[in-house]
């Protein structure tokens, strides 16, 4: 059997932990128990001190991935980088070989250009090699982006750290969705019994069959909880701008308290580079602001808790046609799924993805089949995140502008052949990506 040595200041504790606080957690999805993979064995860093073998030493950032590297520096909370804080002997195996710093993200992808480069500037400072760096993430393009970088970049980024990607939250929501097809995911977020008018879960196949011969009031839906991204307002503005939302879509919009100037509502030329967008948004990002926040299915509000209405309500993705995913990112640099993309694969529903470029290419990569001709899905081929907006815009447009009867049409053609295709993609999903990052470890 393999055996993988993961070493550790204090086990129990988050390696770099008593130094960092927060910015780093002991809790990531990073080890699983599984009898078909190698073993996992934990050790303190003083197992290692006589002893000529290759082992990891797990860094698992928390709170960002700028305060893991002492950054930002006005923060005093996370003053220091953790390699400051590297044990002396980690940092001697490290230097002989014997030892690879795992950093792992490996939940999320919003992993840019500048955090590389922020780590490639640690790494240089602290003199660690960074062919004995593994960064683990779910970002799609991490690979695209290290290659453009060192190109631009040659003497920062002289030599390649290792990559691995996951596709933590697709799993995640795969096991999810099985369970609750299972019957015995039944609690809510607080892990209380849920508002008993309203089944929380996702759709099935027979369910939404049974729906066929009534017209959907509306003809899409937009969920946005967390207003601090930049391209939510930008995209939500424009479909107050046009008389959607309540009228043509449920389109969600958070609280006032996660808004702000510097996200452009204010002032939009500060996130805004294109002058024309700036002229056609007028100052509806500040009627938007004045109206938020705006709650879809208001009678199921969890207030406790902020569970936006309808999120996984089968009831509210029943009401639409299509799914406007307003992702985590729209950023050029990072390409990966949250639950939002999912879930509307989940509830049977068509969608159009505001991500990264290069989105719906990789979905289908996975197996899922996407929308077109009836969609227009040309804004996945956009590169310039405002560009790529304004083409989602454009997408939706056209979408409201036919008749409410075709669209039904539409959507009843394609139910069996990729709706429930894609609902069969996600819940047969297999679960490898563990799998894939041990073997990776193991291999080096």
Not at 194 to 213: A, E, H, L, M, Y
Not at 346 to 370: C, Q, Y
């Amino acid at each position: 059997m393999n055996l993988l040595y993961f070493a550790f200041d204090h086990l129990g504790e988050a390696n770099c932990g008593r130094n960092l606080g927060e910015a780093v957690s002991p809790d990531s999805p990073f080890f699983y128990i599984d009898p078909a993979l190698p073993y996992i064995h934990k050790v303190e860093v003083d197992f290692f001190k006589d002893r000529n073998m290759k082992f990891f030493y797990l860094i698992e950032p928390h709170a960002g991935l700028e305060h893991y590297l002492g950054l930002p520096v006005e923060d005093k909370r996370f003053s220091h980088s953790f390699l400051k804080y590297l044990p002396n002997l980690i940092k001697e195996k490290v230097d002989d070989g014997q030892c690879f710093i795992v950093i792992t993200y490996m939940q999320e992808g919003h992993v840019d250009s500048q955090d590389i480069i922020n780590l490639y500037e640690k790494l240089i400072k602290y003199k660690i090699s960074p062919k004995q760096v593994i960064f683990v993430c779910a970002n799609y393009k991490m690979k695209l982006v290290l290659n453009r970088l060192q190109k631009k970049l040659p003497n920062l980024i002289k030599e390649k750290l290792h990559l691995v990607t996951t596709d933590h939250l697709l799993e995640q929501m795969t096991r999810i969705s099985n369970e609750y097809v299972e019957g015995w995911r039944e609690q809510g977020y607080d892990g209380k019994s849920i508002d008993k008018r309203f089944d929380q879960g996702i759709n099935t196949p027979d369910k939404v069959r049974k729906t066929k011969n009534k017209l959907r009031p509306y003809k899409f839906l937009s969920f946005n909880r967390n207003m601090g991204k930049a391209h939510r307002p930008f995209l939500a503005s424009l479909f107050l701008k046009e008389n959607w939302i309540g009228n043509e879509g449920l389109v969600s919009v958070g609280p006032v308290f996660e808004m702000g100037g510097l996200l452009g509502w204010d002032n939009p030329e500060e996130v805004i580079q294109n002058k024309k967008y700036i002229e056609l948004l007028g100052d509806y990002p500040q009627k938007l602001k004045s109206m938020a926040p705006i709650f879809v299915d208001s009678d199921i509000i969890n207030k406790q808790y902020d569970i936006w209405p309808g999120f996984q309500y089968p009831k509210t993705f029943n009401k639409v046609y299509l799914d406007v995913v307003n992702e985590s990112t729209c950023s050029d640099d990072s390409l990966f799924f949250t639950e939002k993309t999912y879930l509307a694969t989940s509830m049977l529903l068509p969608f159009i993805v505001l991500a990264s470029s290069g989105a719906l290419k990789e979905l289908r990569n996975i197996g899922f089949k996407t929308f077109s001709p009836f969609i227009d899905e040309s804004y996945d081929e956009v590169e310039n995140w405002e560009d790529r907006v304004m083409a989602v815009y454009e997408s939706v447009k056209q979408f409201v502008a036919k008749p409410i009867e075709e669209i039904h049409d539409w959507y009843w053609d394609i139910y069996d052949d990729v709706l429930v295709h894609n609902w069969n993609i996600l819940l047969d999903r297999k679960y490898v990506d563990h799998k894939n990052i041990y073997t990776y470890l193991a291999g080096l």
